[in-house]
């Protein structure tokens, strides 16, 4: 902070008609300049200063300046109660994160945009900033300009209203010419708070949205990490992570290498489709039954399911390739089981689980076991018509006004045993995947085929950790959609077809609507694990999506025209999925919308995101046009402000 | 900046120049303005007709301020800012139903739904504010005779604007009380009054209200100002305080779904229907149903919704703490309020100092 007060060398002044010296009390007042850590530095220490002011106005004591500040500090603390009550409805911690996110995004936009879009541009122009606070003798700290009608102008550097004056084009040859310039400042200080008050109810909006947009955007990477390493800790699997720079190794890097160069030997002299076969069995040979989806109420769980198939070794064909071998495929040692039983012991937690779901509901876990692999089995999609039977069966058991209560209250609980729990494996399927990463990045020497099957890996982990989540949180979303409805609407024959059609998406796991809002995320390239779990669409689906997305990019005009050109999409879409695009075909045959559609509403959905986004961009961008040009006229003669000078040399007047 | 002018005013006339134009606005259409600042009685009328008046000159103001009027002041300015004050909120709404196309038609409903919660939690908010400014104004007008809202009418000198040196006083709405520093006590002595009780009336009225026996003092006024001055920092301060949990309140209220989903849900549309279906006498006979409807569409929802916010989710320790933390802090904010106004400017155990005791 730079003292900058003209006052501070008057140490002693004269009396009126009086010999005595009198030290008249030192005005300390000053104008503030601070960097941008000085400024947080301030802004805290003026919420501390302004919860004192609250304290001492209670009591009755303190001024009009004191009292007001307290505003500033309860609508604060206001805003950060409603972010935390938002946040509470809100299901991911994403979601939780963004309720702070758009809290602090609207105040941010609140005070960025006086100082970003007029204060900024107005200095360039004039030299001085509108915003300029300074403190006055009793610390009081205000904006300069705040009181137009009382402007210490005492606090100035007399050099620095002279170069202003410069910059104002205030005639040099004129008396009084830091009166003219000071009285331009003011103008152009008036002109600005106006401004920013014309605006701020447009701007802050507008801003905080759009900023919200790209907080949510690039933020749910950063946090995701912060989340999995204090998860990690919570859960006390540190230890896991540090065990697992020597288990992971013997649990992928070596079965992997040994895989890829076992496979590139043997395929070498084959066609690259056979190539793949190939690959793909001894893939599937190592982790099959682990990876793929699993639907068995007690299986859904990654690293049980990992360590067990693995080590268990019930593949023939595996077991040569359980050992361990360096880099260069030089075998080491075989590994053995009890190596992994660290790995197990965090399986067998999550495998509890259902069983604990089971308890909360208070069935035994046999029934809950039957209740959950019936609608698991529907969920595969094997058989439709049993998602019927199985509505009818968890509305029987659950339905009845009388449970209501009860399950109302089992399904919170379930939500409680149910989030750390996620975390947990969120957590785990992060360390997986930055084992895998490593591993990428140490066999991508080898070929494009090693590439293939550590992608191919990495999905599959997404898979499974998507499929165990799905198998844990089934029972808790059909409950929660028959807890829902009374039991009249349950009885009510018209009611009870859209209720049961309901139940029965829920029950496969997605709802049409998650399709139409997600794939639209899916094609921008934004699949998170809740996506792609509403889906039913996994990670396999990335690059087919990231074409989709390019494909829909080339084809603006078919955005525009989306109903009129939904086959030639669809033919397109087709064209790219392949037999995964069967697959999708499916889904949505169950839930009885044709592919088509979902493409073209997909389509349109992307095209009217980017809609909005070029309508509030461009309204923001109009608006700060609108305010650079009203910033460019400020300043400017008019009926209040007459340029009136009275030059000293008249000769010199231009 | 008087010298500016002056400056100005003299070259003028040495130059030549034509003399300054004020816009029609200045010359033609001047109305004689009181040149004295005039307390109103505390009526409704007086206090409606002075907040619409301040609003009937906002524009003005803004026009003043975008040129830069040397008389724009800090009253001015603080009438404006209420422009982004009631413009923020529903811009968030409008921004939400804005992106409502993004989906498809369920979630469209959705967005619906998010914008209902904000819009709802907006007006709640306002609603909130003020009512929580109203449960602080009126006991203290009730128990100490103080209006907080009793307005004057301010005659505000502006710089000259001839180089006579005629400056027209503009007008502005102000209250008594609104500044704890510059109280205007001046305009609560009744000016033409002969007698020292007359003069003093409203201060004596003020005294009374705050239990202060006003037959052992005939200086009232001195007595009363300062407790006034820290009643005024008190009110203000729980007002505000009450305001920051009107907020969550505000917000938190309106976006419970029990509120999204009933709140005046098909209540218009369901009305008109029907009135338009009735005949008169029966249309009648519902009107009294109106009451009913309220209670269902409007009251009731309100109701749950406090339960649910008091309730908060069970899965969320923070909700449950917040939702509780807003109503507590809102209703304790008011409540707290007046009994720490109240207890404080309470005068009945204060010795008043009788004017010959301290005198002497």
């Known amino acids: 902070m730079k003292i900058t007060s003209s006052y501070s060398e008057n140490k002693n002044i004269k009396a009126f008609g009086s010999n005595q010296t009198v030290a008249p009390e030192t005005p300390r007042g000053y104008l503030v300049h601070e960097n941008f850590v000085q400024g947080v530095k301030s802004t805290v220490g003026g919420y501390v200063k302004n919860a004192k002011y609250a304290v001492d106005a209670v009591n009755g004591k303190g001024n009009d300046y004191s009292v007001g500040k307290i505003n500033d500090l309860t609508l604060r603390v206001g805003g950060v109660g409603i972010a935390a009550i938002l946040s509470a409805s809100a299901k991911t911690p994403i979601a939780k ?38 403190v006055d003798s009793y610390g009081r700290r205000k904006r300069f300009f705040e009181d137009s009608q009382y402007l210490p102008w005492d606090l100035w550097d007399k050099k620095e209203i002279g170069k202003i004056g410069d910059k104002l084009g205030i005639p040099k040859n004129i008396e009084n010419r830091d009166d ?37 955007k690039y933020s749910e990477e950063v946090l995701k990490d912060a989340r999995v390493k204090a998860n990690l800790k919570k859960a006390g699997l540190e230890d896991f992570t540090k065990a697992s720079d020597s288990v992971m190794k013997k649990i992928f890097i070596n079965p992997l290498s040994s895989v890829v160069s076992l496979f590139t030997k043997e395929v070498d002299a084959k066609s690259p489709a056979e190539e793949l076969k190939a690959l793909d069995k001894a893939y599937d040979a190592v982790f099959g039954k682990a990876c793929d989806p699993v639907f068995e109420y007690n299986q859904g769980y990654l690293l049980y399911n990992m360590s067990d198939d693995m080590m268990k070794t019930q593949y023939d064909d595996v077991k040569g390739l359980i050992v361990e071998k360096d880099l260069n495929g030089n075998v080491v040692k075989k590994i053995k089981t009890k190596n992994i039983d660290g790995v197990s012991i965090i399986g067998n937690k999550w495998k509890e689980i259902p069983n604990k779901l089971a308890d909360i509901l208070g069935v035994t876990p046999k029934k809950y076991k039957q209740l959950m692999k019936n609608s698991l089995t529907v969920k595969n999609g094997t058989n439709p018509d049993e998602a019927e039977l199985l509505a009818d069966m968890l509305i029987k058991e659950f339905g009845g006004s009388e449970n209501k209560d009860k399950v109302q209250k089992a399904l919170q609980k379930m939500e409680k045993v149910l989030m750390p729990s996620v975390d947990e494996l969120e957590s785990a399927q992060h360390v997986f995947e930055k084992k895998i990463n490593e591993v990428k ?10 590439k293939y099957i550590v992608t191919r890996h990495s999905e599959r982990l997404a898979d499974k950790v998507i499929n165990t989540k799905s198998s844990w949180y089934a029972p808790v979303r059909i409950l929660d959609i028959i807890v829902k409805h009374s039991a009249d609407d349950i009885n009510d024959v018209e009611k009870a077809k ?100 979902f493409i073209s509403d997909a389509t349109k959905q992307t095209g009217i995101y980017h809609g909005w986004l070029k309508v509030a961009g461009l309204s923001f961008a109009a608006l700060t046009g609108i305010t650079l040009v009203a910033i460019s006229q400020f300043g400017k003669s008019n009926k209040y402000n007459q340029e009136v000078y009275k030059y000293t040399n008249e000769s010199t007047r231009s | 900046m008087v010298s500016v002018v002056k400056t100005s005013f003299e070259n003028l006339s040495k130059v030549n120049v034509k003399p300054l134009s004020f816009g029609s606005d200045n010359n033609s259409d001047v109305k004689p303005v009181p040149t004295e600042d005039m307390m109103l009685e505390p009526t409704f009328t007086n206090k409606v007709s002075s907040d619409l008046k301040t609003i009937k000159r906002l524009p003005g103001y803004v026009k003043r301020g975008m040129q830069g009027d040397p008389d724009a002041n800090f009253y001015e300015f603080m009438q404006i800012t209420k422009i982004p004050y009631y413009i923020g909120g529903p811009g968030l709404v409008a921004m939400i139903l804005a992106g409502k196309n993004m989906f498809d038609i369920r979630a469209n409903k959705a967005a619906e739904f998010n914008g209902k919660g904000m819009a709802l939690g907006c007006a709640l908010y306002y ?87 006003t037959d052992k003092t005939n200086d009232a006024d001195n007595e009363v100002k300062p407790v006034i001055v820290s009643l005024i920092k008190q009110s203000r301060a729980w007002k505000y305080i009450a305001s920051g949990f009107a907020v969550m309140i505000g917000v938190g209220l309106g976006n419970q779904k029990v509120m999204k989903d009933e709140f005046c849900t098909g209540m218009f549309s369901n009305f008109r229907q029907k009135m338009a279906n009735l005949p008169k006498s029966i249309r009648n006979a519902s009107i009294k149903n109106i009451a009913g409807t309220v209670n269902m569409k409007v009251l009731k929802p309100v109701g749950k919704s406090i339960v649910a916010l008091w309730k908060g989710n069970e899965a969320s320790m923070m909700s449950k703490v917040a939702g509780k933390m807003a109503i507590i802090g809102f209703l304790g904010s008011i409540i707290g309020g007046n009994i720490s106004i109240l207890k404080s400017t309470d005068l009945s155990k204060n010795k008043l100092v009788e004017k010959e005791e301290a005198d002497a």
């Open chain 1, 97 to 134: 994160f963004m309720e702070f996110a758009g809290f602090a995004s609207f105040f941010g936009a609140m005070s960025l945009w006086p100082k970003f879009f007029i204060a900024a541009p107005l200095k360039a122009k004039t030299g001085f900033d509108v915003n300029q606070e300074y």
């Open chain 1, 180 to 216: 003219h310039t000071k009285a331009k400042m003011k103008q152009i200080a008036t002109q600005s708070t106006t401004l920013w008050m014309m605006t701020a109810g447009f701007a802050t909006p507008l801003m905080a949205s759009l900023m919200g947009n790209y907080i949510s």
């Open chain 1, 441 to 450: 990045g140490k066999v991508d020497a080898n070929s494009d085929l090693s």
């Open chain 1, 498 to 597: 859209s209720f049961k059609a309901e139940l029965r998406q829920f029950i496969y796991g997605v709802t049409p609507h998650q399709i139409h809002n997600n794939f639209d995320d899916v094609i921008k390239g934004n699949y998170s694990d809740d996506y792609r779990y509403t889906l039913g669409i996994n990670k396999s689906f990335a690059p087919l999506c990231e074409k989709t997305k390019e494909m829909l990019g080339k084809e603006s005009k078919l955005v525009k025209n989306v109903d009129g050109n939904t086959n030639f999409l669809w033919n397109k879409f087709y064209e790219i999925a392949g037999e995964k695009g069967k697959h999708f075909e499916s889904i949505c045959d169950w839930l009885g919308k044709t592919p088509q559609a």
């Open chain 2, 127 to 213: 609603v909130a504010t003020s009512l929580a400014q109203k449960c602080i104004d009126i006991p203290v007008k009730a128990f100490r005779g103080v209006d907080l809202n009793t307005p004057y009418v301010d005659s505000v000198a502006t710089s000259a604007k001839t180089p006579d040196g005629i400056s027209p006083n503009k007008i502005e709405q102000h209250k008594v009380f609104e500044s704890a520093d510059f109280a205007r006590w001046d305009l609560l002595y009744n000016k033409d009054a002969k007698t020292p009780e007359d003069i003093n009336a409203r201060y004596n009225k003020i005294a009374h209200s705050m239990n202060a026996s």
